[in-house]
């Protein structure tokens, strides 16, 4: 078997290492165009699952970069001047230069044919002449670039410029610092390669690096600019530098890896943002993956179907991480006015990798100083500390989200909303929120949707909250008062979500006349008679919900629904007064939230759920999203409920764990507004992490709820706390410690214990 390798950076040297190995009868070839010497940036960080992969596959490799490795624990991170530093890390680091030589060294005694200053023949020609084509060719992949119909490869240039850097000295530690400059914010990511070095990268927002001159600056004069700005961390020291000039990072995406016998592997195929540290680790892996599937698969098209089958899903979980990490550090002056030690949870937490489980483990010394910074009773985690919203007090930071049920008989909830809320509330959460409840017959989305347009309806939803009030005294009741718009009419969600009904119809109101999907009913476009009207109905399910007993009315002004549908350029293309600029759109929504919040009890709290993004090309998006949340918040909302999406049918959502959390970060800290975060929101671990780090005030949960209606109080046993943030009812207090399992002694269950995931 012949084997061309393009690119002899550390993924494909160890692809060739690996390749040759475990068949010595292989013919392998690793193309460089630069010198052995060559290359950019300085060390390398290894985390040590990627380590322990490298000492299965290649114990020679294992062992030599063991040697060379510069092992430390702590991270630093210095705000204003001020440094904090959290344990337990495990970092390892070498130089790029000497991983490069031990890389080399063992390709040439594998008996691998390495040629440097070589130029790669087009891949054409390499995949008629070889058997496979590896193309670790780097960011810039020509390889790529030659088969791009079949790649499909989504370049994404990111808002920040950076250069990278070294000194001559090692740091103690990872360090994070920031400089607000009269510029703007500058950041620096340092740590240690080698024993009298350090790689030192300077990273600042594009407006900033042009408004202080560094655009116009050669290199040298940027080098020294960046050691003035950062003398402390430096100790007075320069730096230097090898690349020739300011890079912008880029995120590398690939529909398909393969095209025939040519594959991609490393950062041909994917990046990650250097701010976790995944790029190498990344190729090195993929190094491993595609030698054992070649070993596992009996043809080639076999084994690289199954290399990329086995590494996507990591990459993508990767790559998720990492854009969550590069964008915190894109709006890092969002932050800046946290407390210290705030700021530096936010920045160890802002991946999602790193939480406030694995922190309490590494360094509770760190993690506790942060809780008590930020008024965390002792022994109370972050999430079963109150909040109050107006003149309520919620005694935990849960809400149970709103879950259509699909289930009433003309608009009344039934017994199955007395046992979902009821069983809910008895759960323990601060807040737990009905589905969304209609104003009006028109407004319903699905025949099985509730109402609180008739006095009947009202009566049912007052045995509802009394049961709450009574056998879950604590527990908070909300509303969710909405219209369906265009989207409604349809069928229940199980026999087929957004479709039309077969009959039994009902014409609907809309901002403007564009059906939800192609083919659908045609809404008729409200007249100003008829938007009177909506108000209204809007109104009187606001006084129905005020006398029936809710402590919280929220107004549904996202996903598509009638009010969001006026919010979304998309969907309102009026030419009144109603539609046109972001002020108009708002109009008609706020002209509703006033007319409620006059008729609402003045100590009860509104809150308004948005979406902040359609997921669309020229819908919202995140800028407007914070003017609409600055709007309501001046009309009196309390809370920004921020969800995002289901607005038009074509939209292209980026789906993953705490996806729309962002969101509501922005809100909180652009708006000023407290905010409730939702969206695959599913641990309590999760929850810690996102109120402790600042990033929300309340997180939103609904399918952790339908597996288990007492998440909240299951999640404060599993945290072994007692306090008034999780009270258990009397009739189920027997329950409130985790029952015995064969064998376990007491000791091992009294805490939790959240794995900890390995460094990169």
């Given at each position: 078997m012949r084997i061309a390798v393009i690119g002899g950076g550390p993924g494909g040297l160890y692809a060739a290492a690996l390749l040759k190995r475990l068949d010595p009868a292989r013919e392998v070839t690793v193309f460089e165009r630069d010198a052995p010497d060559d290359t950019f940036g300085f060390?390398?960080?290894?985390?040590?699952?990627?380590?322990?992969?490298?000492?299965?596959?290649?114990?020679?490799?294992?062992?030599?970069?063991r040697a060379e490795f510069v092992r430390w624990d702590d991270i630093d991170v210095v705000h204003r001047g001020v440094r904090h530093t959290c344990g337990g890390h495990g970092f390892a680091a070498l130089g790029r230069r000497r991983l490069l030589a031990v890389l080399h060294q063992r390709c040439r005694a594998l008996g691998v044919d390495l040629r440097f200053r070589a130029l790669a023949p087009h891949p054409d020609l390499l995949a008629r002449e070889y058997d496979l084509v590896v193309a670790a060719d780097g960011v810039r992949s020509t390889t790529r670039d030659a088969y791009a119909g079949t790649f499909r490869p989504r370049v994404t240039a990111h808002r920040c410029r950076y250069l990278w850097l070294a000194a001559d000295f090692a740091l103690d530690a990872f360090r994070f610092e920031t400089a607000e400059t009269e510029h703007g914010v500058m950041q620096l990511h340092g740590y240690p390669y080698a024993p009298d070095a350090s790689t030192v990268i300077v990273e600042t927002r594009e407006e900033v690096w042009r408004a202080a001159g560094l655009d116009a600056a050669g290199t040298a004069e940027s080098v020294e600019r960046c050691a003035k700005v950062f003398a402390e961390a430096l100790g007075g020291r320069p730096l230097r530098s090898n690349r020739p000039s300011w890079d912008v990072f880029r995120t590398v995406v690939n529909a398909r890896w393969s095209h025939g016998n040519v594959v991609l592997l490393g950062d041909a195929a994917h990046t990650a943002h250097f701010s976790v540290g995944s790029g190498t680790k990344l190729a090195v892996e993929d190094a491993v993956a595609l030698a054992a599937c070649l070993a596992e698969q009996p043809s080639v098209p076999g084994a690289l179907a199954a290399y990329e089958a086995e590494r996507r899903p990591v990459v993508a979980s990767t790559q998720r991480a990492a854009r969550a990490s590069l964008e915190w550090f894109e709006d890092l002056a969002r932050y800046a006015d946290q407390p210290p030690r705030r700021f530096a949870f936010n920045l160890l937490t802002r991946s999602r990798r790193v939480t406030h489980g694995n922190l309490r483990l590494r360094d509770p010394r760190f993690t506790e100083a942060v809780e008590r910074e930020a008024g965390c009773p002792p022994g109370t985690p972050p999430m079963f500390t109150p909040f109050r919203l107006r003149g309520l007090t919620l005694r935990n930071r849960v809400v149970v989200s709103p879950m259509d049920l699909y289930s009433a008989v003309d608009g009344v909830p039934g017994d199955l909303h007395l046992v979902h809320l009821g069983a809910r509330a008895l759960g323990g959460a601060g807040l737990v929120m009905t589905e969304m409840v209609c104003v009006s017959?028109?407004?319903?989305?699905?025949?099985?949707?509730?109402?609180?347009?008739?006095?009947?309806?009202?009566?049912?939803?007052?045995?509802?909250?009394?049961?709450?009030?009574?056998?879950?005294?604590?527990?908070?009741?909300?509303?969710?008062?909405?219209?369906?718009?265009?989207?409604?009419?349809?069928?229940?969600?199980?026999?087929?979500?957004?479709?039309p009904l077969p009959h039994g119809n009902w014409p609907l109101l809309a901002a403007s006349p564009l059906p939800y999907r192609p083919g659908g009913q045609i809404p008729r476009q409200l007249t100003r008679a008829q938007l009177t009207d909506v108000r209204e109905q809007f109104t009187a399910a606001a006084r129905h919900a005020a006398r029936t007993g809710f402590d919280l009315l929220e107004l549904h002004c996202a996903h598509g629904y009638l009010l969001s549908g006026f919010l979304s350029p998309l969907t309102n293309h009026r030419t009144d007064a109603y539609g046109g600029s972001l002020e108009r759109r708002l109009r008609f929504p706020l002209e509703v939230f006033d007319a409620v919040r006059e008729v609402w009890p003045e100590e009860r709290p509104m809150t308004v759920r948005i979406s902040a993004t359609d997921w669309a090309e020229g819908g919202t998006g995140a800028e407007e999203s914070v003017a609409i949340a600055r709007a309501f918040a001046a009309h009196g909302a309390d809370a920004l409920d921020v969800s995002t999406g289901q607005v038009v049918a074509d939209e292209r959502p980026e789906f993953g764990r705490s996806y729309q959390t962002p969101y509501a970060d922005r809100i909180r800290h652009e708006a000023g507004v407290p905010v409730i975060a939702v969206g695959a929101i599913s641990s309590w671990d999760d929850v810690n992490s996102l109120i402790l780090a600042g990033r929300t005030d309340l997180c939103a949960l609904a399918r952790p709820h339908l597996y288990d209606p007492h998440w909240t109080l299951h999640a404060a046993a599993e945290q072994g706390y007692t306090g008034p943030g999780a009270v258990w009812p009397a009739p189920y207090r027997a329950g409130s410690r985790p029952p015995p399992t064969g064998g376990v002694p007491r000791a091992a269950r009294a805490l939790p214990q959240p794995s900890v995931p390995p460094r990169t």
């Open positions: 060390g390398v960080v290894l985390s040590d699952e990627t380590l322990g992969g490298i000492e299965h596959a290649d114990p020679v490799v294992h062992e030599a970069l017959p028109e407004g319903r989305i699905t025949p099985g949707c509730t109402g609180l347009w008739t006095g009947g309806q009202a009566e049912a939803w007052r045995r509802i909250a009394d049961f709450v009030h009574a056998q879950a005294p604590g527990t908070a009741l909300g509303v969710q008062l909405g219209h369906s718009g265009r989207k409604g009419s349809t069928r229940l969600m199980w026999e087929g979500m957004d479709e």
